[in-house]
């Protein structure tokens, strides 16, 4: 690619671009060209030898890693002829050797990726000023001029007298009104290593230039941003400022930064647009880690993989960072470095590379759209030609605020997933007339990271057809021909599970464009988020969402968030539920109105995410904590008999209000320990324990599905087995039951002893329409 981008005046400074990778050309395009140079770029060394040569330049910024003609080879090269134009090398390497090349072959500096651009804009401006013929370059704004050559500063033609430190800082103001200075980027600019600053020292120097700045009349010019740091306030010596961002004088124009309202509104949105552009390119390279992924776990990496990955990695850590993604970039530099040697890798490496290419899929979640856009990427997949059954499913989901992606093969459906990490997936096997393609598509599911629950519409209704479905690690089974609400009940059912293993938060704001921003924000934090505009529909999409914390605006037409919490809170099944309000009012009657009526917790408008997630962590931690010890046995780790039991009774509930001329199998298997009291007795408690945790242990990692599972105390084990008859559990069972069987247990003299143990099934509604009539009937 070969290209320019031109703004500004014939005064503008003119910069050589050099860079290979896409995405950083069109970001740090995005960051010159804010700034009013005037930009030719160029992807490769050899063109820019000859751009250099063609025509003038006041600066060459370019990367070390170009193809063919590199860029330490370049300036090389440039320098042997004499030019003298100052050069700014861009490195992903950050060696001290990598470094001296560089500066060895006549670079008059270098930035590291990833780059701030704030430091890249400085390093330019230092650069920049360099070449320069020594003039005035007075800053000004409004009536205060600062003049750096004499030292001397005036408002209203009448001088200010500061101190060595207070003129510093003025100058950093004004040289960057629209950036916020944190007190240790302040301590960075005024004092030295020799001259270490008290703890105090920023804020009184900030005060004492304050105070004489207001006796001058330049009144609050400093702004406190809280939490953050200091800046000049935007707009301050605007009056009748015809020439507002520049300073003049003699025949020198400095051009100043705009402020924050123009400059920093504009280069975000183009960098949102930009991270949209080229979403894309960055789903290719974690695709290809992805790729090399699957190969490590297989024993199949090849050099060409691997270098493939490596190159991925590389580029990824050069610009994940400038989009605001600094964590993806400290991943995506450490899977580089696992790759930079052709040596095999060894186990550890190859379980941190396993490790590192998960959390940074997980991290960039590019399977989301941002909240720019009006729609969102489909959470659900359905792979089936049938388009009536497709449209009625996407109308029953918009209920949950939910949407279906719709493809008519098994191939398309591969595809789609190469890029997308849906919640859901149901698959038509009749469809696509390869049972075994289809199983093995199934057990792939399974097997991700996260893994994705599927429901199977089989053409076929034989217990061997079900049994193969679970097998292969399906979710649910269902006989066609089918009607979508049924499809959709069990897929709800499903759903309710893949959320109870995540953080599921529901956010109830009537601004819908709100709620777009705030998913990108929790989302790639494990947070499943489902957003609500319409109040009226609360109660319902809460019963169907059941969510950990609830998040409400206070000002919403209709019902507002008081009234909902309020309703909330009178509920007995919902008092303990965790709140948190939204509100653009913070004065003291709104903040003591919602804790009075039950709030746990407040965040104002507009939101910091880094605050939010702290909220929702902070609330959450000590609500997990809470329900752990009321909810779970704590030697087998599963649901104790309370809590195991109203999963249970709201199971058989929703099959009774499901249609009556559907039959909706569902049984309950009891196991117990027969002589748990015996091995308490002979071998000790402790013994005995030991047996309960591994059987809670063999419980978790044999129902991986829609079952509920219990411990109810005494021996005795529980679990809802949805969807299959008696028969059909028995065979759904008898792999485990031989997994029990053939556990061996070591008492605490070497002794080796197995367990007996039995177990029974109950069908609903054959054997009982109640937990405890089912329970009976399977206890004996």
């Not at 003025?170 to 301590?187: A, C, D, I, W, Y």
């Not at 005060?207 to 009349?217: N, S």
């Not at 959709?488 to 819908?512: C, F, G, H, Y």
């Not at 196991?671 to 324990?689: D, K, R």
């Amino acid at each position: 690619m070969r290209g320019s981008s031109r703004v500004g005046t014939a005064s503008t400074m003119r910069i050589l671009l050099i860079e290979d990778d896409e995405v950083l050309l069109a970001v740090l395009l995005q960051s010159l060209t804010s700034q009013h140079y005037v930009v030719d770029a160029v992807q490769d060394g050899q063109s820019g030898w000859e751009y250099a040569q063609s025509a003038s330049y006041d600066l060459i910024l370019m990367d070390v890693g170009l193809p063919g003609l590199d860029g330490i080879k370049l300036c090389h090269r440039l320098r042997a002829e004499g030019c003298a134009i100052p050069i700014l090398l861009i490195t992903a390497r950050d060696a001290s050797s990598d470094r001296i090349r560089g500066l060895d072959a006549g670079a008059d500096d270098y930035l590291i990726k990833p780059l701030d651009l704030a430091e890249l804009q400085a390093r330019l401006r230092a650069l920049l000023r360099r070449g320069e013929v020594s003039v005035t370059t007075v800053l000004k704004v409004g009536d205060l001029h600062l003049d750096p050559r004499s030292c001397e500063v005036n408002y209203g033609n009448k001088p200010l007298k500061l101190t060595p430190k207070e003129y510093t800082l003025l100058e950093v103001f004004l040289r960057n009104p629209s950036r916020v200075f944190s007190r240790g980027q302040l301590v960075e600019h005024l004092w030295t290593f020799d001259d270490p600053p008290l703890e105090e020292s920023v804020k009184a120097h900030i005060k004492g230039l304050r105070q004489k700045l207001k006796t001058a009349g330049a009144v609050d010019w400093i702004e406190n941003v809280y939490g953050l740091g200091y800046r000049l306030k935007e707009g301050v010596g605007e009056t009748g400022q015809g020439d507002k961002g520049t300073s003049r004088q003699g025949d020198k124009e400095e051009f100043l930064p705009l402020p924050a309202s123009s400059i920093e509104e504009q280069f975000q949105q183009g960098m949102s647009q930009l991270w949209q552009q080229y979403r894309g390119l960055m789903v290719q390279r974690l695709q290809a880690l992805q790729i090399a992924r699957e190969a490590v776990e297989t024993g199949t990496l090849t050099q060409e993989l691997r270098q493939s990955a490596r190159e991925a990695a590389h580029k990824l850590a050069g610009v994940l960072g400038m989009f605001e993604r600094e964590a993806g970039t400290v991943l995506a530099r450490e899977i580089e470095e696992i790759l930079l040697s052709d040596e095999a890798l060894q186990a550890a490496q190859s379980q941190q590379f396993l490790d590192l290419v998960r959390e940074l899929a997980k991290m960039l979640n590019l399977g989301e759209l941002q909240p720019s856009l009006p729609a969102e990427t489909p959470r659900l997949l359905l792979i089936d030609p049938d388009l009536n059954l497709g449209r009625e499913l996407q109308e029953l989901a918009q209920l949950l605020n939910l949407s279906w992606k719709q493809v008519a093969t098994l191939e398309l459906g591969k595809t789609w997933l190469q890029s997308h990490s849906p919640d859901l997936l149901v698959l038509a096997t009749d469809a696509v007339k390869q049972q075994e393609e289809s199983l093995a598509f199934l057990a792939e599911l399974a097997s991700r990271t996260p893994p994705i629950s599927a429901l199977v519409l089989a053409s076929a209704d034989g217990l061997l057809d079900r049994v193969a479905v679970a097998r292969a690690g399906g979710r649910g089974f269902l006989a066609k021909p089918v009607e979508a609400v049924r499809v959709w009940e069990i897929a709800r059912q499903l759903l309710q599970i893949t959320q109870s293993k995540t953080v599921n938060v529901m956010v109830v704001d009537d601004d819908p464009v709100f709620l777009a921003a705030l998913r990108p924000m929790l989302e790639p934090w494990g947070i499943w988020m489902t957003g609500l505009d319409d109040p009226l529909r609360f109660w319902e999409v809460l019963r169907s969402v059941v969510p950990d914390l609830l998040i409400l605006d206070v000002d919403m037409p209709q019902v507002d968030g008081i009234e909902l919490c309020q309703a909330v809170r009178i509920d007995s099944d919902w008092q303990g539920l965790p709140i948190l309000f939204l509100t653009a009012r913070c004065d003291r009657t709104t903040i003591q109105q919602v804790f009075t009526i039950g709030a746990d917790d407040y965040v104002s408008k507009p939101v910091v995410p880094a605050e939010l997630l702290t909220r929702i962590t902070n609330r959450l931690e000590r609500t997990r904590l809470l329900q752990n010890l009321s909810r779970k046995d704590h030697l087998t780790g599963l649901a104790n008999q309370p809590h195991s039991s109203r999963d249970l009774e709201l199971l058989i509930q929703r099959l009774k209000d499901a249609d009556s001329s559907t039959f909706h199998p569902w049984c309950l298997a009891v196991f117990t320990v027969t002589e748990l009291q015996q091995i308490n007795i002979q071998y000790g408690h402790a013994i005995g324990n030991q047996v309960l945790q591994q059987w809670g242990r063999l419980f978790q990692s044999n129902f991986r599905g829609a079952e509920v599972l219990g411990y109810w105390g005494n021996g005795e084990f529980v679990v809802g087995i949805p969807g299959l008859t008696k028969q059909q559990a028995s065979d759904r069972l008898g792999q485990f039951l031989t997994t029990l069987r053939q556990q061996v247990f070591i008492a605490q003299d070497s002794s080796r002893f197995q367990i007996n143990f039995s177990v029974g099934i109950a069908e609903y509604p054959t054997d009982g329409s109640t937990l405890q009539s089912l329970f009976q009937i399977a206890s004996k």
